[in-house]
């Protein structure tokens, strides 16, 4: 019933190579099937203004299309002279989620910029962004706990995203393009490993959604994140 | 417990006053507690250039915050020659929840747009911004109903939006500043009259919940909406 | 002879409501007829970079129109990007017009803000907000005065703007939205509480005036500005 | 008492010089003094939005200053990204005030653009491109006779402008830069050739003025600008 | 000699592997050892309104860095708001060099517009550019060509680029960033295949060059050029 | 052969007049036959961030056109709200140009900002602005040299710039504009006082050239520069 053929509750392929560009603190591509997502993770010893001097450290996010990423050819957002409402909606989202898994004490004064540069898209892009943002701030954290410039793990837990929906009137997991542009209800679940939840985005367009269906998603979300946390755990080694 | 003094699922008090601007074809100022919000709405025959055509209406949104709405004066969006995140991500979110009560077809190539200004910001002011809205959107319908300019109403049903959050680690309905700037989780929830969802937006900062606790806040939202919407039915008469 | 049936030398309807808005420290709402602004006043401790450490005080102001304040909607300036040339002008004049009723070293360096927000447009807004303004400028000294963080006074005297033109061979005062949009000849008269002119703009537009139609407006205005000065002593009680 | 040792009543030698650029089709350097300005005209067959089809002409012009016409380097607009709120203030006065001495219907819809830019500046900067932008477009006109693309002269009279102000307690005419920069009072007053008024803008700053000193003012204005109408019709021959 | 230890006229290894995205028409990932540029091209039936209704197609193209592809993490030209002028520069070079291999009559009213996206940059990205973009824009045309939509080939001749400076007093190929920041003397040459030069840009920043050097720098040029070609060849097969 | 009758290797009449603005601490008006260029030089005391503290001084340029310097009009960069990539390459390259003639230990940190602004065009411009912003810069470090600011004269050599092209098959020197639009290969070439290369930027649209053309285009440079240094020899006295 899925345009690829997929069960309802089954996830693309996922695939996470590290250590894929040489100036960054920590990177990966991460593929969930066609959509391929740059992670980079950028250490600064600076901290915006409005946290200097508290000790606490800071992790923010980054989000862009290359213009070919998709099926026909968008317009660069650096020609356009502004970020698209889209683009700051989903870097403030990864930010934030990130930031759900760090204990910023343990981090000190420090700031991790996670760059997420969309390469190829078939959906989900935001989602494989926070996944494959994780395993680069991961690794970029565990340079710093190396070079002995943090004691103590930051990390509290793996963060990991995942898109479910409501497509041809069944629930499903990990959306492609085919699928998001057809669905009437769809979002994003973002969890710890341990399956509590942080952030949870389900929106309607054109259609509703009862709390049972609400319910069903939350069971899919949980497979699926599950599956993606094995994933990173793997890649961080 | 709470500041205000409030029950855990006790709303501010609400009121909404139609018919404020002289100009607009639907207009009202909702009261939440203190936040106030204008709410006009503005018909107009031409449509967005991907629905020319189509024979398919538009609802959009625009949303602002006066300098001196807030506890300390904000640069005002104009002279900083753009529209904030924040701005950008809420007034995405006031169209989409609007459009989900529409009969696009019913509307036909109309466009409606609803602004949403806050005279004085103490909290939820993005709901307050949907509930009011969907006020002023219909009274714009009802002119045009009235003209016969549409045949059958367009609005399907009320929409109404509340927050919830988890507060001093109690669930609670309709956060008011105080609240807002001291719980980890909190979030808004957009429903239609008969508790249909259209979005659910929780998110955690420097927190997480559990499934149980996302639960008991659909349980307080459902309660704050059937109120909303009752408001809004009188307003509207 | 005028399209609101009053007399060439007839004010509209003046009303001045004052503590409109909980957070600014001094607020009201100006309505002349059906113009309607909303003035607040922001006290802050620091002030522009060209008069630090001079001692003295800064008063400015900003002005801006609610998208559906005017009869066809306006585009919001923080979506174009820019405040127009027609803000910035009127920004400029109201800011420049309070300044010359102020003794900025009793004021001592502190800035105050003044915005001017149009709520309803019918029109001599920039006149409305000028007089408006004031109202809000003398609550927030006000506020200084009783907190003892300023001495004397530092305001000399009220100030108040009228609007003047020909309109259809006569001279009015207080232009309405249709006379102003007819009128060849029309402009602003700024003056202190004893008739001093601070201000004075008078421009023709596909029309000339002669230096006899300049004093015959100069005397409405001095006639106008009175009255106003009337209605903002009895609102700052 | 002056800084120039000028009479109170004295203009600075004026000289206005045509045909200096050999595109534009009216083109003049007008000198007031020290103050040196540019003047183009440029026309062209399509006219705004707004009277496309009205069979009106229009009349517009745009003002800048080079980086280092002044005293001390300015930053360039260009690099600033915008025009400031001063540039913006004056092209519109420049426009309106030529506009008052044409007659759009002889001119049909045609645009002439005028162009003012400063190339040394000493006070007066706006008043010379009035005056010296007449005498450009004057030429243009010229050019659309002589070719039979206009029929009747659409200049109804010379447009001029001239600076007055408090300095130092005394009325004077045509200020420079170091009287500009002291004086509590000054403005600009723009003229038909017969004395007829097109635009006052006397505006002061931590000071005010009486009527009586206003009427000082305008006789002093009247003497310059027949002055300048003496070399706008001599350079023009 | 060199930091690397390659010889004077000795290149990086250079690899193309094409097809790296699935939505471009063209594609590749050009690799000039440690600098890596994806590039793509896309086909598009509209042209610029200057050529519109001319018969002749254009090549344009766009050039972007990712954040963290440099050593330190430059800032998102997207968030900056503007292109800034060193990108400017480099886009505009490399589409004005592959149109000069182009037959725009022959390609016919259609635009082809290269984006060159660095994801790890080591020196020499606007060379690597080119010679990947020809790359791109040839598998685009090669798929016109399979489709019937052009009739005989576009493209006259491969178009390559390569970087020569001197170093340490010596003339050297294919700079890398370590060469590229210290020498005094460093450009571009961008040949057809058969050693006819499109442009030529050799700048010195604190230094200057003869006549002498500027040949022998054209010397190296050439074998790295017919070197760049060959694999060109290669990759398109 | 050529439009204006003169010798392949003929340079337009060139005059260049010094202290053309009283503000400015070096200025001139070059002429190269109908391109006139204001060029101005201001001295400040502070430097670019990069090089605070590092004892060396900076040498910067700004290039604009006069919205009617061209047969017609541009749309002004101001209007238009930023430079467009054309000014941006200009600006740099006069900039990096005049650099490569100063000695940055001897200038101390001082920044001189050299303005170029186009009067009248007609081909050329950027070689008349690198060539005449060199004298304005000389007479800027004489002030500094007699004043005692800077010991040693911090310029190294006369730069100046000359554009050439293949028009119509042959090789010709200093291209007017009717040359410069039909000529498909032209480029600049920047040199010391002595003939040794700052800067080559020769490129072809729509055409390619030979390295026999290049070695005669660098011919006819020399020949140019050594007209062109004697010139500015002269005006500086």
Redesign the interface.
């Known amino acids: 019933m899925r345009p690829s053929g997929r069960q309802l509750s089954e996830m693309r392929p996922v695939s996470i190579e590290t250590g894929v560009?040489?100036?960054?603190e920590g990177?990966c591509m991460i593929r969930m099937g066609?959509t391929h997502v740059?992670c980079?993770a950028?250490i600064?010893d600076r901290v915006p203004p409005f946290i200097k001097g508290s000790g606490l450290g800071w992790v923010t996010a980054?989000y862009?299309m290359?213009?070919?990423?998709?099926?026909?050819?968008m317009r660069?957002?650096?020609?356009?002279?502004?970020?698209g409402?889209r683009?700051?909606?989903i870097q403030?989202l990864i930010g934030?989620s990130l930031?759900?898994g760090v204990d910023?004490v343990a981090l000190g004064e420090k700031q991790i910029?996670v760059?997420c540069?969309v390469?190829?898209?078939d959906g989900g892009t935001r989602c494989a962004s926070i996944t494959g943002g994780w395993v680069a701030l991961k690794l970029a954290v565990n340079k710093l706990m190396k070079a002995g410039d943090v004691i103590s793990d930051p990390l509290i837990s793996p963060v990991a995203a995942v898109s479910c929906g409501i497509y041809a009137g069944q629930p499903v997991l990990d959306l492609d393009y085919p699928e998001d542009s057809e669905a009437g209800v769809d979002?994003n679940f973002i969890m710890?490993a341990d399956?509590?939840?942080?952030?949870?985005?389900?929106?309607?367009?054109?259609?509703?959604?009862?709390?049972a269906q609400?319910n069903e998603l939350?069971d899919l979300a949980e497979k699926g994140v599950s599956e993606l946390v094995a994933a990173q755990l793997a890649a961080v080694g």
Do not use: C
């Open positions: 560009t040489k100036h960054a990177s066609d740059l980079t950028t600064e980054e862009g290359l213009p070919r990423s998709t099926t026909s050819r660069r957002e650096a020609t356009a002279g502004k970020q409402g683009t700051v909606e403030r934030r930031r759900a910023r910029t760059d540069d390469i190829q898209a979002g710890l399956g509590r939840l942080i952030e949870v985005q389900m929106s309607a367009e054109g259609a509703t959604y009862s709390r609400m939350l």
